[in-house]
């Protein structure tokens, strides 16, 4: 299901917000965070059990149930011939004139996870498959400072790795275990620019001063491998390796059109 809300640009402002309800399921796939991972854990190439290929069925790891977006230009309303202040002086347009302000906002639920069998082959002789669930899986709360079970605190799945560590154990022969049964963070990220606009003394010519930011509030979201939550690493069981949204970045420029 996708919705769409647009407002063309008109009255000096525009915009487009978007929803999507989706789900995905396959047998083995790949998020495109992942393309670079080298990971002998990847489920995007392997078939566990051949045999019995709908084992390995599930949500597939790009899956993101809800997604929201949205995009937006508006042309400050001072000075020139807009809405407000249209009499200033020229100084006073040149200050309050020209200014414009854009974006984009992104938002989506968590991404599945899964939890790795570690060094051990059942089933497969080339990949080691997922653990099995034996026990109540508790909550994802995607904590920033969990507490390690090996000591220390770090980003993690889960608010008790321990206690979450307990729920799952290696898979038996024939077994390929559970596959992409959690879920980890999603994406939230605000990108924004600033743009003021000096009309020059030539016919159609224009200096545009632009000031813009990537991720604006600098938010955090973790993103782990399959590797990240190995049933035989305990004292890192559930600790996310990577950030899934880039920090925050600034960058200016100046254009001239004519």
Same mark, same amino acid.
């Given at each position: 299901?996708?919705?769409?809300? /647009? *407002?063309?640009?008109? #009255?000096?402002?525009? &915009? !487009?917000?978007?929803?999507? %309800?989706?789900?995905?399921?396959?047998?083995?796939?790949?998020?495109?965070?992942?393309?670079?991972?080298?990971?002998?854990?990847?489920?995007?190439?392997?078939?566990?059990?051949?045999?019995? /290929? *709908?084992?390995?069925? #599930?949500?597939?790891? &790009? !899956?993101?149930?809800?997604? %929201?977006?949205?995009?937006?230009?508006?042309?400050?309303?001072?000075?020139?011939?807009?809405?407000?202040?249209?009499?200033?002086?020229?100084?006073?347009?040149?200050?309050f004139g020209g200014w414009q302000v854009s974006g984009l906002w992104r938002f989506t639920t968590g991404l599945p996870?899964?939890?790795?069998?570690?060094a051990a082959w059942p089933t497969n002789w080339c990949c080691s498959p997922y653990a099995e669930v034996v026990g109540?899986?508790?909550?994802?709360?995607?904590?920033?400072?969990?507490?390690?079970?090996?000591?220390?605190?770090?980003?993690?799945?889960?608010?008790?790795?321990?206690?979450?560590?307990?729920?799952?154990?290696?898979?038996?022969?024939?077994?390929?275990?559970?596959?992409?049964?959690?879920?980890?963070?999603?994406?939230?990220?605000?990108?924004?620019?600033?743009?003021?606009?000096?009309?020059?003394?030539?016919?159609?010519?224009?200096?545009?001063?632009?000031?813009?930011?990537?991720?604006?509030?600098?938010?955090?979201?973790?993103?782990?491998?399959?590797?990240?939550?190995?049933?035989?690493?305990?004292?890192?069981?559930?600790?996310?390796?990577?950030?899934?949204?880039?920090?925050?970045?600034?960058?200016?420029?100046?254009?001239?059109?004519?």
């Amino acid at each position: 299901m996708q919705w769409t809300l /647009r *407002k063309r640009f008109s #009255a000096g402002y525009q &915009f !487009d917000l978007n929803y999507s %309800l989706s789900k995905s399921t396959d047998l083995a796939s790949q998020g495109e965070q992942d393309l670079t991972d080298s990971s002998g854990y990847s489920s995007a190439w392997v078939i566990g059990n051949s045999w019995d /290929r *709908k084992l390995q069925r #599930a949500v597939s790891d &790009f !899956d993101m149930r809800h997604q %929201l977006n949205a995009n937006w230009v508006i042309e400050v309303p001072f000075g020139g011939e807009t809405a407000f202040l249209r009499r200033l002086g020229r100084l006073a347009d040149v200050a309050f004139g020209g200014w414009q302000v854009s974006g984009l906002w992104r938002f989506t639920t968590g991404l599945p996870l899964s939890v790795g069998n570690g060094a051990a082959w059942p089933t497969n002789w080339c990949c080691s498959p997922y653990a099995e669930v034996v026990g109540p899986i508790p909550e994802q709360t995607n904590t920033k400072n969990g507490k390690l079970v090996g000591g220390g605190h770090g980003p993690n799945v889960f608010d008790d790795p321990q206690v979450a560590l307990e729920s799952f154990d290696n898979a038996y022969p024939g077994s390929i275990g559970v596959r992409n049964n959690l879920r980890g963070h999603g994406v939230f990220s605000i990108d924004l620019a600033v743009g003021k606009r000096f009309h020059l003394p030539f016919e159609g010519h224009s200096l545009q001063f632009r000031a813009e930011a990537f991720n604006l509030t600098n938010t955090v979201r973790f993103n782990a491998t399959y590797g990240s939550a190995v049933v035989t690493q305990a004292a890192t069981f559930g600790q996310y390796s990577r950030t899934l949204v880039p920090a925050r970045v600034l960058q200016f420029g100046l254009r001239y059109e004519f």
